[in-house]
């Protein structure tokens, strides 16, 4: 599962929709991120190609929003709303995802649980 | 008329022919019966054959004469006594847990050969009285005592006449039953309440025995004045409390003991009339006393330890005091004289102590002691001063008697530590006589027991504890040995004293007691085989003692781990425990538990554990990702450091997913010693070996959490332990332990198989084989099974299947190949318990994300709801309630653990103050893995914590909370 810019990308993706939580001033989704192309993707541990400098979940809340949404820890986030998030810098990301006038985002996620399980039904 | 009257006459001729016949029958029944028992005497007074202790005897009587000897009775008599010893000594098995000492008293006699444990079925000496009672009752026209109004003494007498009455038909009815005796009193007792429905008449008996009240005072009104008797009650049994008090008030010299008798708690001595009987009538050699009595009995021995001879010649001749009493005694006469080939005490003397022991404990002469007024137990101001006393003797003496009085009991511990006796105690405890320091040692040993800790400050205060390490390195007498690490071990009970007896007395105890018992030698003689390890009583309260210190926090730690020879020792003494298969008892329990402190954070407290830490493994999440969440951090949701473990911890995962099999254990090139040998990989097979063999739940668990903790937290030592757990073929041990009985040690278990599938191979193994028993001890629904597990565990084990089934949706297919998904949906929806709820919440919506799962478990008719966080558990709730808090042992575990950010951190010191289910309660609930569970944890909750440094070592990517 390796994201080269520019090149066209095959991923199994997981459509996951999350409703932030209101907490005082400040809007949860309940995860955290990690990565981007200002980042040593390097010590990402959960992408597979150590080059890829795609978003990455670190960590989901539990029972927050993010895991009851179904996002796991390890999931490379591909789209936030429609915009692409493999070509991003990190905090380009987060700002992407915290818009404080959305109260829903939608991911598109891919993981490696993902490609396995396809693999396994098409096997 | 006449014909009326001679028949008139010829009726009453009849009917006193009737009587006269009732009456021979009488009379000869009580002929025969005190044959029977002149006979029994005699036989009882005649050195006892082993047979002729019943074998269901009771654990009393040994003690009782222990007091005997021990208490000393009176000043004047001090000088003449029988030197005690007998020891009682209680000890505190407090675990890990300071809290809650468990009430487990241990007994310990040494044998003076003189006692043995007898039986203890005990209506004796009431029905000793009784017996004789009904010859002296005028008897009724039909025959039987006269009920009522015939006694002139009064109305307790006419209650103890009834009682009477009824014994002397049970006599006369069952007089093959004195046959089967085969000791006089007990015995005679025995077959006395054998024939009547014996429960009803025993139970009566104790029953009003209970309902005299006196017995609870006892204890001080008994040292302080003889007012305490219990044949007293024995008299009155029948009697109504009232009737109690009526007649004991006048016998009783001291106002205050009659206080006592009436707040007293009869309840709970009913046993005790037992002992006491025993005791007396204990003449063979005393046998050891098993430990573990049971507090009750011991209560009741030590009751009666507190009584010294004095009291207790006179408490047996309290039953004879009253009016019925006086009759008898010149009755009575005859058997004693004849029954005791002794020599009958001389009642004059002056001193009961000094009497014969037989004599003195049955001779009627007593109640001539009795009378004298010159006759009184020091009180406890008296007691304490005579520790002062310039004469030797009386001070060790006057320990002796405290240590009795102390026995169990709260109030005079009190007292003597109000009456400044402690420091005195202390300080004779360098003083140089044996006999001295070795009575002061055993009552502070039993001031020192028990829940309240102002004893054991008190100890503390006056220096005790340097005090007693002084006289543990000083003295080779193992009683005196024992007697100080008892007290310490009491000491070490109290979380604030620890420290201080690690300052004070680790390398001591180390050198002086655990090294030389464990059989380890510093360097081995080359010519001599290894010792094995002698599990004496002073290694097992030594061991205890550090077992309590280990937990007391990472500094406590630390030093033990640095205390010279005290890992090689203890590893060695549980060597030696396996080679002997003797694995089940109290020391190996307490070395087990020491290692497993010891284990606990191990890789991060050794020094130069860097050296070793995994460099891809930097800062394992649980340990240092909370920790370093920052307050400050909230504003962005951007825990920038925290980011990085998370990678760190990835990257690492990677990359021992390629090294599980080509795992090479490091060489060495000289001998592991002291610290080091606590993770190495040769410990797995220690410990394997204890979960194999030991019985012993304590052993068990502390085995398994012994693994758990070598097994947590990303260096190169857990990976190897990881690795040897499963090549030394420890995972089916393991799993097989999860069908155990005991709660703690399944839970233990299964905390251990979470942190050991952190090794790839190890998941899927555990992942095929210990399902079904993980998911068969967890409830269906609000049942539970027949474990009835508690809540922790069923958490610990709901945690370890998330743990198993992460990452492996082959593990997830054996989950519902076991037929867990019911049972989570039912936990999930029905538990109770938030946590189970989160906890199984967390495996299904696991088991949710294999989406190739999905058609399976549509098929068995779930759908996604099932599979859903149920409605009840708000996001925040959750947030917190999840984390398995167990986990904090399991630094690396806690992927979707607590602390992300600090908006976690404050929820959740919020809910450590007020929630129920709160996590801190669990890691009070659970102590005995290691007090320092729950200072980590809560540590890990505040900012700024050790480890810090490390993540400073990369430069930190990223990780922003959204």
Known sequence: MSFIPGQPVTAVVQRIEIRKLRQGEHLILGFSIGGGIDQDPGQNPFSEDKSDKGIYVTRVTPGGPAEVAGLMMGDKVMQVNGWDMTMVTHDQARKRLTKKNEDVVRLLVTRKSLEQAVRHSMM | ?962
């Open chain 2, 1 to 962: 008329m006449e014909d009326y009257d001679v028949r008139s006459a010829a009726s009453i001729l009849a009917s006193v022919k009737e009587q006269e016949a009732r009456f021979e029958r009488l009379t000869r029944a009580l002929e025969e019966e005190r044959r029977h028992v002149s006979l029994q005497l005699d036989r009882s007074n005649a050195p006892p054959t082993g047979s002729s202790v019943p074998p269901n005897s009771q654990p009393l009587a040994w003690q009782q004469v222990v007091m005997q000897e021990q208490s000393p009775s009176n000043q004047t008599s001090l000088a003449m006594m029988q030197e005690p010893q007998e020891v009682v000594e209680e000890t505190v098995t407090i675990e890990e847990d300071p809290g809650t000492p468990t009430s487990h008293v241990s007994v310990v006699t040494s044998d003076d050969g003189t006692t043995r444990r007898t039986e203890t079925k005990v209506t004796k000496m009431v029905k000793t009285v009784t017996t004789r009672t009904v010859r002296q009752v005028p008897l009724g026209p039909d025959g039987l005592p006269l009920p009522e109004g015939s006694s002139p003494l009064g109305s307790y007498t006419d209650s103890i006449d009834r009682r009477y009455l009824k014994n002397g038909e049970r006599y006369i009815t069952t007089p093959q039953a004195t046959s089967t005796l085969t000791r006089s009193y007990n015995n005679y007792n025995d077959s006395y309440s054998d024939t009547p429905p014996p429960d009803a008449d025993v139970t009566d008996n104790y029953g009003s025995l209970s309902r005299g009240g006196n017995f609870r005072p006892p204890r001080y009104p008994y040292a302080m004045a003889n007012s305490y008797r219990p044949e007293n009650s024995y008299v009155t049994l029948p009697i109504r409390k009232d009737d109690y008090g009526h007649m004991a008030q006048p016998q009783v010299p001291m106002g205050s003991s009659s206080v006592d008798l009436n707040r007293s708690q009869p309840e709970r001595f009913q046993p005790e009339p037992y002992g006491l009987e025993d005791d007396r009538r204990s003449l063979g050699p005393e046998e050891e006393e098993p430990y573990d009595l049971e507090p009750d009995y011991s209560t009741a021995g030590r009751r009666q330890g507190t009584l010294p001879g004095t009291n207790r010649g006179r408490t047996m001749r309290e039953g004879y005091e009253d009016p019925i009493e006086a009759e008898l005694i010149d009755e009575r006469h005859p058997y004693i004289h004849g029954m005791y080939a002794a020599p009958l005490a001389q009642p004059e003397r002056g001193s009961m102590a000094s009497l014969d022991r037989l004599a003195g404990r049955r001779s009627p002469s007593i109640d001539s002691i009795r009378k004298d007024p010159r006759w009184r137990d020091p009180d406890l101001q008296e007691v304490i001063a005579m520790l002062g006393h310039p004469i030797d003797p009386v001070k060790s003496n006057a320990a002796a008697y405290l240590q009795h009085l102390c026995y169990e009991n709260d109030k005079i511990k009190k007292d003597v530590r109000q009456l400044k006796g402690i420091p005195v105690l202390t300080g004779l405890l360098d003083h140089p006589k044996a006999e001295v320091h070795r009575k002061a040692c055993g009552a502070l040993r039993n001031i020192s027991y028990g829940k309240d800790h102002d004893n054991k400050v008190a100890i503390k205060n006056c220096d005790g504890i340097p005090a007693l390490i002084r006289l543990l390195r000083k003295t080779n007498d193992m009683e005196v040995r024992e007697l100080i690490t008892g007290t310490l071990w009491n000491l070490s009970s109290y979380e604030p004293l620890k420290m201080v007896i690690i300052n004070h007395g680790l390398q001591t105890m180390t050198n002086e007691v655990i090294i030389p018992h464990s059989g380890w030698e510093h360097e081995p003689n080359e010519d001599s085989k290894p010792r094995d390890a002698e599990w004496t009583t002073v290694f097992k309260n030594t061991s205890g003692c550090l077992r309590n210190v280990s937990s007391d926090g990472a500094e406590a730690r630390r030093r033990l781990r640095e205390c010279e020879g005290l890992v090689d020792a203890l590893l060695h003494a549980l060597q030696s425990a396996v080679g002997k298969k003797d694995m089940d008892n109290k020391s190996v329990e307490n070395c087990v538990c020491i290692m497993r402190n010891l284990s606990y954070h191990v890789h991060k407290e050794i020094p130069g554990a860097e050296k070793f830490t995994d460099p891809s493994a930097l800062q394992a999440p649980g340990s240092a990702g909370p920790q370093r969440k920052k307050k400050d951090d909230a504003g962005c949701f951007g825990g920038k450091k925290a980011k990085e473990e998370w990678f760190n911890q990835g990257r690492k995962n990677g990359e021992n997913d390629k090294n599980y099999d080509t795992l090479d254990l490091p060489k060495r090139t000289e001998p592991t010693k002291g610290f080091e040998l606590l993770y190495q990989p040769e410990v797995v097979r220690l410990y394997l070996s204890l979960l194999t063999e030991s019985q012993n739940y304590n052993t068990l668990e502390a085995a398994a959490g012994a693994l758990q903790n070598l097994s947590a937290g990303q260096w190169t030592w857990s990976n190897y332990i990881r690795a040897t757990v499963r090549k030394e073929k420890g995972l089916p041990i393991l799993v097989e332990l999860l069908r155990s009985d005991s709660d703690k040690v399944v839970r233990a278990v299964a905390i251990a198989l979470r942190n050991l599938s952190i090794d790839r191979r190890n998941k899927d193994l555990i992942g095929s084989y210990a399902m079904r028993d993980l998911v068969s001890n967890l409830p269906s629904g609000q049942q539970r099974p027949a474990k009835n597990l508690e809540e922790d565990t069923v958490v610990a084990i709901l945690n370890t299947i998330h743990e198993i089934v992460t990452d492996s949706s082959e593990n997830a297919r054996s989950l519902i190949q076991a037929q867990a998904i019911e049972k989570l949906v039912a936990i999930n929806k029905t538990s109770q318990s938030s946590r189970e709820n989160k906890a199984a919440s967390h495996v299904l919506q696991t088991v949710w994300s294999y989406k190739d799962l999905r058609n399976a478990l549509t098929k068995d008719g779930w759908n996604k709801s099932h599979f859903q966080p149920t409605a009840t558990s708000a996001p925040k709730a959750a947030k917190n309630g999840k984390p398995g808090y167990d986990d904090t042992t399991l630094p690396l575990m806690e992927k979707n653990q607590d602390g992300y950010s600090t908006i976690d951190q404050r929820d959740k010191d919020c809910k450590y103050k007020s929630a129920g289910d709160g996590s801190v309660d669990l890691a009070e609930r659970e102590p005995l893995k290691n007090d320092t569970h729950r200072k980590h944890y809560i540590r890990s909750n505040r900012p700024a914590v050790s480890l810090l440094d490390a993540c400073d070592v990369k430069p930190q990517p990223v990780d922003s909370w959204v």
